[in-house]
């Protein structure tokens, strides 16, 4: 049945693969939107949730190709990955022409900065359990912790005044 | 051989994920000092960045372990990413405690955008080589931007100075 489907175990891999990648074509959503880069950068943490809720094994694939890569990493995973990363690069640019954002920003540190917050929330899960909610219902209030931290620091008001 | 000195193919996972996992207790090193919290922030940086360097496949048994668990997670894995996100918690409610950090700041959410910003920047590199410059010379230039995003956020200090 496997090989007369998917042509084989490869096959059926190469097929898992592209549909757990799928998902990342949904980009094109967020970046229709005319809307402010701080709003753009909010949308893509909540998207970004989404896609881990609705995708349990995605960061498994995810990982495991970007760590130990197969034949297929070049041809399906690089491809979504990168739309997403140049997207959000393209949103900090943005956000820097307009003054919105710290001009000695570096976008791509920036956009992996990003990234790596809102992805490894769900890669932890399994060791922080015990630690933390990780029910959908604090989902608001993760995001609202996560775009605090990422419009306006860790540091207090008066702190960031003086800087 | 293996049999023979590892207890079989089992014993030899194990004996890899234990040497792969040992750097974790360095994090003493840090957890001794006495310092600011904002410096203890930036050594857990440069530490993370260190062992990736010097652990290159360190991320492929953390990813697969935490998205793909064995019998070994619970005893040898979870308890050194514990260790590790528990010096970090307590960091940060050091940082509120002394007003150095905002109020309403959550520790647990805080620490994993740390995290996950950190060990990110090494999982993505396979999808970014074109996209950035991994050399470990650019490294103290990472730490710095790294710094920047956390210690102020990614707006103008005149938009901090009026939230």
Redesign the interface.
Same mark, same amino acid.
Request: with cysteine.
């Given at each position: 049945m496997i090989s007369y489907h998917f042509g084989g175990k490869e096959g059926l891999y190469s097929s898992v693969l592209q549909e757990q990648f799928s998902c990342f074509e949904d980009i094109e959503e967020i970046k229709t939107q005319i809307s402010d880069p701080l709003i753009k950068i909010e949308d893509y943490i909540r998207w970004t949730i989404t896609r881990h809720r609705n995708n349990p094994?995605l960061?498994?694939y995810y990982?495991?190709e $970007?760590?130990?890569?197969t034949k297929y990493?070049t041809s399906l995973?690089?491809p979504a990955?990168?739309k997403v990363? $140049?997207f959000l690069?393209e949103v900090?640019e943005d956000?820097i022409a307009k003054?919105?954002?710290?001009?000695?920003?570096?976008p791509?540190?920036?956009v $992996?900065?990003m990234?790596?917050?809102?992805?490894?929330?769900f890669?932890?899960?399994?060791?922080?359990q015990d630690?933390?909610n990780h029910s959908p219902d604090r989902e608001e209030?993760?995001i609202r912790?996560?775009m605090?931290?990422?419009?306006?620091?860790?540091?207090?008001?008066q702190?960031?005044?003086t800087?």
């Open positions: 094994y960061l498994r990982t495991s $970007l760590t130990n890569p990493f995973v690089q990955i990168r990363i $140049l690069i900090v956000g003054n919105l954002f710290r001009k000695d920003l570096d791509v540190d920036t $992996l900065a990234a790596g917050m809102v992805n490894y929330y890669l932890s899960m399994l060791a922080t630690l933390i209030e993760l912790h996560y605090d931290i990422f419009a306006r620091g860790i540091l207090g008001c702190r960031n005044s800087i």
